[in-house]
């Protein structure tokens, strides 16, 4: 289930929008300059598929992004629980690094191909919080704030576009302002 949660920049108690309606998601998107659409793949995906798997599965829709606006797929990003051990360290810590408010230079581009995870883009006095689910694209504008979290129990996998270079540029930004909204797990929570 794809979810967008509106709120007020300055109070994130301050809910102007929820909604699961494609439609409605896609429109209030398109107001800041984001687009959001639906990709179905062309066979079912295994779990646990490779990235060769993933990329074939998608073969038609991401050549055709591709030639559409010059990106180009840079990888397969993926998100999973860690055991317990020293690996949960630098999970929570790689958690903690991109739900602070960053900006790219150039806009980032990612279809989800299994589980879920939350853009958050600042934009227009608001916060858009974006519940991404398989089969979602969404492009983040280049520098436009945002941030990005897969929950405590991260099931995430998506295919990453950009335009130029491996790696977009983060620049992280001062201020503590992700901290006061709410997690992918508290927007979930919710009826």
């Known amino acids: 289930m794809t979810l967008l949660q509106v709120m007020a920049a300055d109070d994130p108690r301050q809910v102007r929008l929820r909604s699961e309606d494609t439609d409605v998601i896609r429109a209030q998107l398109l107001r800041i300059g984001v687009r959001f659409s639906r990709w179905r793949a062309a066979r079912r995906i295994p779990a646990g598929a490779d990235d060769a798997t993933i990329m074939?599965?998608?073969?038609?829709?991401?050549?055709?992004?591709?030639?559409?606006?010059?990106?180009?797929?840079?990888?397969?990003?993926?998100?999973?629980?860690?055991?317990?051990?020293?690996?949960?360290?630098?999970?929570?810590?790689?958690?903690?690094?991109?739900?602070?408010?960053?900006?790219?230079?150039?806009?980032?581009?990612?279809?989800?191909?299994?589980?879920?995870?939350?853009?958050?883009?600042?934009?227009?006095?608001?916060?858009?919080?974006?519940?991404c689910t398989a089969g979602d694209l969404v492009s983040v504008p280049g520098r436009t704030g945002h941030w990005f979290d897969a929950g405590a129990d991260p099931r995430y996998t998506a295919v990453r576009f950009l335009r130029a270079g491996d790696r977009p540029r983060i620049r992280f930004q001062p201020g503590g302002m992700a901290a006061r909204f709410p997690t992918l797990d508290d927007l979930l929570a919710l009826p």
């Open 56 to 131: 074939n599965a998608y073969r038609n829709h991401v050549d055709h992004m591709c030639a559409e606006d010059g990106s180009r797929v840079v990888g397969i990003a993926r998100l999973a629980p860690v055991p317990a051990g020293p690996g949960q360290r630098r999970a929570r810590a790689h958690r903690a690094r991109f739900r602070r408010r960053h900006l790219h230079d150039e806009d980032v581009m990612r279809f989800v191909v299994a589980g879920v995870g939350c853009h958050y883009l600042h934009a227009a006095g608001q916060v858009y919080a974006l519940a």
